[in-house]
């Protein structure tokens, strides 16, 4: 029996995978950019990393092949990925001796051109496939990334991938890398792991009598996704740089250095929960509590280009705030402020304040505007009358804050923690009159007996 152990990761929605493929040796099938947690659990199940394999060029993390391959894995990409570093190319109908077990390569291009799936095969009998994004559980991950140009294109050959998929045994477990909450996923959410036969009798998507039909019901569900989905491919390609099993120290900063580097362009990222942020933060900076999400706001709303300053509470994890950075590409840490929010406080800098609300106790101040920074998705299930709409990713600039008039604005997300950062964004642009409302629609039409609007 095959031992596979997924690693997943909540915040970006992805799994990737640890298999034992002969004695004494296992594979990482696209694994995140640190490598401890594959070589940590390989020791402990008396594995060593032989080989490392990604199904095609990531656009939402940067992949852990390179770390894995420098420190002694064979590393395994579809050819066409474009890689600028040492790795084995592999084309569909290809095969690889494992040591125990035979890896076959599956060309399944449509989320990416180049993408890949891996069948492991214990002879000639079929045991495990990884699908990376060409067959998820009640779906098939997007085709836009590569190029929107093309995504009718691609979105056929994405049904012509998941299709013969399908073609394999019935009782064979899949492993995707894409499930709930990601952003490159463009189906139905559930569980990470599913099985051929599974998907061949429930997968909505895949219940389209042609790639016509599928391709007119796939595209129009294709919403926004990170802005860092957009420059990731590239550092996949080159290579980010390499850390192996240690990682950056965010290095200590006076209030008064945190202040200079801000004044020459530097991002202040206050990773504190949002109560506290509330209360007191640096003005223009930006709120993006530490929680699995972190990553992929930061992705969307900072720009990598810039040093990013963290101001941390005490007890929070700067090894966490540390890797989650590193993971969509952010290598720029010039450190965290010394002594925290209390340190710019005796320091005597100006401070800010957004007050935070209750959205279960209707305490949206009179006359206020509600603006609600959920997906378009999370929108249309249900929204308070009169709100208005714009998705968290596009506030960045002056021209968000203009639209919004020169009244107080209440925003709201379904928790609080986005609003908080669209609050923060607003404030970066001058608009004044900011509140925040924790919880979310439900929330409020709970308390109130009022009904939510719905698209």
Not at 339 to 347: C, L, S, V
Not at 351 to 362: E, G, K, Q, S, V
Not at 398 to 413: E, K, Q, T, Y
Request: hydrophobic share 45%.
């Amino acid at each position: 029996m095959t031992r596979i152990w997924p690693l997943t990761h909540e915040g970006l929605g992805n799994s990737s995978y640890l298999a034992e493929v002969a004695d004494g040796l296992a594979m990482a099938v696209d694994p995140g950019r640190d490598p401890r947690p594959y070589l940590g659990l390989a020791s402990a199940q008396g594995l060593r990393v032989a080989f490392t394999a990604d199904t095609h060029v990531h656009a939402d993390y940067v992949s852990g092949g390179r770390e894995l391959a420098g420190l002694g894995a064979r590393l395994l990409a579809p050819a066409g990925s474009g890689m600028a570093f040492g790795h084995e190319e592999l084309r569909g109908g290809q095969e690889v001796d494992l040591g125990g077990l035979m890896l076959r390569a599956l060309a399944t291009p449509g989320h990416t051109p180049e993408h890949l799936s891996y069948l492991l095969l214990d002879g000639s009998q079929p045991v495990a496939v990884f699908t990376g994004g060409a067959l998820i559980v009640g779906g098939v991950a997007r085709t836009d990334l590569a190029d929107p140009a093309r995504v009718q294109e691609w979105t056929r050959a994405a049904y012509r991938s998941a299709r013969a998929l399908l073609g394999l045994p019935g009782d064979l477990a899949a492993y995707p890398t894409h499930g709930p909450g990601s952003f490159c996923s463009a189906g139905e959410t559930g569980e990470h792991v599913t099985t051929i036969g599974r998907e061949k009798a429930g997968n909505p998507l895949l219940a389209s009598a042609d790639e016509d039909s599928f391709t007119r019901q796939f595209v129009p569900r294709l919403g926004t996704y990170p802005a860092y989905f957009a420059r990731m491919p590239a550092i996949n390609r080159r290579g980010a740089p390499r850390h192996g099993t240690s990682r950056p120290v965010l290095p200590a900063l006076t209030a008064a250095h945190v202040a200079e580097l801000a004044a020459a362009g530097a991002t202040i990222m206050d990773a504190r929960p949002i109560a506290a942020f509330a209360a007191f933060h640096i003005p223009g900076s930006l709120s993006n509590a530490l929680r699995p999400a972190f990553t992929t706001w930061l992705g969307w709303l900072a720009s990598p280009d810039r040093p990013l300053i963290a101001v941390l509470d005490a007890g929070q994890d700067r090894g966490e705030l540390v890797e989650a950075a590193l993971l969509a590409g952010y290598d720029n840490l010039a450190g965290e402020l010394d002594g925290g929010i209390e340190a710019w406080q005796a320091a005597r800098l100006p401070t800010a304040r957004i007050p935070l609300l209750d959205a279960a106790a209707d305490d949206i101040p009179d006359g206020s505007q509600v603006l609600d920074v959920r997906q378009h998705g999370e929108w249309a299930s249900g929204h308070l009358p009169g709100a208005i709409h714009a998705e968290l990713g596009s506030l960045v600039g002056a021209a968000a804050a203009a639209r919004l008039g020169s009244g107080p604005v209440a925003v709201m997300c379904g928790h609080g923690e986005r609003a908080m950062t669209g609050a923060s964004l607003l404030a970066a642009t001058g608009a004044a009159g900011l509140s925040v409302l924790r919880g979310g629609p439900g929330d409020w039409a709970k308390v109130t007996g009022q009904a939510l609007e719905h698209e």
